[in-house]
C-alpha cells in the first residue's frame, strides 16, 4: 500500500474550502485504490503573515522540503492589493517557495469542454478541440532580474536575463509533454527585439536536432496572443519564458469560460506543487460559493506527478461526468447552481 506525505497550504480567501473538497476527492482515490494520503497542514500567504509575519514561515518550508508533493490553495488580500507601500506581502511567499523548492516549471494545461461551450467568450466553433498545455518557465527572466531606480527615483529598470542552463532544463521539459501529447510544440518569445529571447531561439533549435519526432513552431509573443482567440486549437503545448508565459496563461484561461475549471502544477524537483489558477476571492470566502473543480483537478495532475495515472484519469472522469450532468457552481450554472461542498460531493459520488 503506497504511502503519500502532502503538505497542504490552504494560504487565504477560498483557499480552505476548495482544497477541503479535492481532499475529499483524495481521500477516495486512497480507499478505492488502497492507498494512504498523509496531510499536514500549514500556513502561507496573509493568513501567515497575521500569525507569524512572514508569508513563508520556515516551518511551512521545512514541511514542504520533506513532503511527496504540495496542494496549495491561494494567497492574496486586498488590504495588500490595495497598498502598494506594503513590504510584505503574501505573493513573496509564493515566489520564495518556487525558488527554495527549485519549482522552475509551471504547466497550465486549457481544455475546452463540450457541454460548457456556451460559457466561452469566443464562439463554440473556434473552441472546438482546444486541449493545450502552456509550459512557463518559473524562476528566471525579468521578475527575477536586477531591479532598481536611478536618477533620484526617475527612471526604473527591470533586466531580463536568462542562462543556457534555465532554457534548456524548460525546453526539454516541453519536449518530453509535447511527445505525451500529439507532437507538437510552439517557441513563444520575442526574438526580433530581445537579446535574451535569441538564446532561447538558438537553444530550441539545437535541443530539435535531439527531438526530431516533435514538430516544432516558432512564434513571436504579440502573434501568439492573437492566435490564441483566432485559432487556440492550433497549439498542443506552448514554451515560453516567465513573463510571457504569465500573460499568455492568464489570457488562455478565459477560454474555458471559468476560472474555476483550470488546474496547474510548479515542478522541476521531486516536490511539485500543485494549485488551482484562480485567486482567493476573499470576496466569496466561507459563502460556499467556490468552484472547487480546479482544485480538484490540480489534485489529479498531482497523482500524474506521483505516477498513480490511473488514478488521475478517474477523477477526471468523475469531473466530466457531473459537468455533462448540467449542474455546477454559480460560474458554471448560475440556474441550477449547487454550493461548493456538494459540487464535491457529486464529484467523490461519480468517483
Same mark, same amino acid.
Given at each position: 500500500?503506497?504511502?503519500?506525505?502532502?503538505?497542504?497550504?490552504?494560504?487565504?480567501?477560498?483557499?480552505?474550502?476548495?482544497?477541503?473538497?479535492?481532499?475529499?476527492?483524495?481521500?477516495?482515490?486512497?480507499?478505492?485504490?488502497?492507498?494512504?494520503?498523509?496531510?499536514?497542514?500549514?500556513?502561507?500567504?496573509?493568513?501567515?503573515?497575521?500569525?507569524?509575519?512572514?508569508?513563508?514561515?520556515?516551518?511551512?518550508?521545512?514541511?514542504?522540503?520533506?513532503?511527496?508533493?504540495?496542494?496549495?490553495?491561494?494567497?492574496?488580500?486586498?488590504?495588500?492589493?490595495?497598498?502598494?507601500?506594503?513590504?510584505?506581502?503574501?505573493?513573496q511567499g509564493l515566489l520564495r517557495l518556487r525558488k527554495e523548492l527549485g519549482l522552475f516549471a509551471n504547466l497550465r494545461p486549457v481544455a475546452s469542454y463540450d457541454e460548457l461551450a456556451d460559457l466561452s467568450p469566443l464562439r463554440p466553433e473556434r473552441m472546438k478541440g482546444v486541449d493545450m498545455l502552456i509550459v512557463r518557465e518559473?524562476?528566471?527572466?525579468?521578475?527575477?532580474?536586477?531591479?532598481?531606480?536611478?536618477?533620484?527615483?526617475?527612471?526604473?529598470?527591470?533586466?531580463?536575463?536568462?542562462?543556457?542552463?534555465?532554457?534548456?532544463?524548460?525546453?526539454?521539459?516541453?519536449?518530453? @509533454? %509535447?511527445? =505525451?501529447? /500529439? !507532437?507538437?510544440?510552439?517557441? *513563444?518569445?520575442?526574438?526580433? $527585439?530581445?537579446?535574451?529571447?535569441?538564446?532561447?531561439?538558438?537553444?530550441?533549435?539545437?535541443?530539435?536536432?535531439?527531438?526530431?519526432?516533435?514538430?516544432?513552431?516558432?512564434?513571436f509573443v504579440d502573434n501568439a496572443a492573437m492566435q490564441l482567440i483566432l485559432n487556440p486549437a492550433q497549439f498542443d503545448v506552448i514554451v515560453t519564458s516567465n513573463m510571457f508565459g504569465d500573460i499568455l496563461s492568464d489570457a488562455s484561461s478565459v477560454l474555458a469560460g471559468s476560472l474555476g475549471l483550470l488546474p496547474s502544477s510548479?515542478?522541476?524537483?521531486?516536490?511539485?506543487?500543485?494549485?488551482?489558477?484562480?485567486?482567493?476571492?476573499?470576496?466569496?470566502?466561507?459563502?460556499?460559493?467556490?468552484?472547487?473543480?480546479?482544485?480538484?483537478?490540480?489534485?489529479?495532475?498531482?497523482?500524474?506527478?506521483?505516477?498513480?495515472?490511473? @488514478? %488521475?484519469? =478517474?477523477? /477526471? !472522469?468523475?469531473?466530466?461526468? *457531473?459537468?455533462?450532468?448540467? $449542474?455546477?457552481?454559480?460560474?458554471?450554472?448560475?440556474?441550477?447552481?449547487?454550493?461548493?461542498?456538494?459540487?464535491?460531493?457529486?464529484?467523490?459520488?461519480?468517483?
Open positions: 500500500m503506497p504511502n503519500f506525505n502532502i503538505a497542504v497550504l490552504d494560504g487565504d480567501g477560498i483557499g480552505p474550502e476548495v482544497i477541503a473538497e479535492a481532499i475529499k476527492v483524495l481521500d477516495v482515490v486512497a480507499d478505492k485504490f488502497g492507498h494512504t494520503f498523509a496531510y499536514t497542514k500549514a500556513p502561507v500567504g496573509a493568513v501567515a503573515i497575521d500569525q507569524t509575519g512572514d508569508p513563508l514561515p520556515e516551518y511551512t518550508l521545512s514541511l514542504c522540503k520533506k513532503s511527496d508533493a504540495l496542494l496549495f490553495g491561494a494567497i492574496g488580500h486586498p488590504r495588500f492589493d490595495n497598498d502598494p507601500s506594503a513590504k510584505v506581502r503574501p505573493e518559473l524562476t528566471g527572466g525579468i521578475y527575477f532580474g536586477e531591479k532598481g531606480r536611478k536618477d533620484n527615483g526617475n527612471t526604473a529598470f527591470d533586466t531580463c536575463t536568462y542562462t543556457r542552463m534555465e532554457i534548456e532544463r524548460i525546453v526539454k521539459m516541453g519536449f518530453v @509533454e %509535447a511527445r =505525451a501529447r /500529439r !507532437g507538437k510544440l510552439t517557441l *513563444v518569445d520575442k526574438a526580433n $527585439v530581445m537579446e535574451s529571447s535569441r538564446l532561447w531561439r538558438e537553444i530550441t533549435r539545437e535541443l530539435a536536432q535531439e527531438n526530431e519526432d516533435v514538430e516544432l513552431n516558432f512564434m510548479s515542478i522541476g524537483s521531486t516536490v511539485g506543487m500543485f494549485e488551482p489558477i484562480h485567486g482567493s476571492w476573499p470576496e466569496g470566502a466561507g459563502q460556499d460559493r467556490a468552484n472547487p473543480v480546479a482544485a480538484i483537478l490540480s489534485a489529479a495532475m498531482m497523482l500524474d506527478h506521483l505516477e498513480l495515472r490511473e @488514478e %488521475a484519469s =478517474a477523477i /477526471r !472522469g468523475a469531473v466530466n461526468k *457531473v459537468l455533462g450532468q448540467g $449542474v455546477g457552481t454559480e460560474d458554471l450554472r448560475p440556474t441550477t447552481k449547487v454550493g461548493t461542498r456538494e459540487f464535491g460531493d457529486r464529484i467523490a459520488a461519480a468517483l
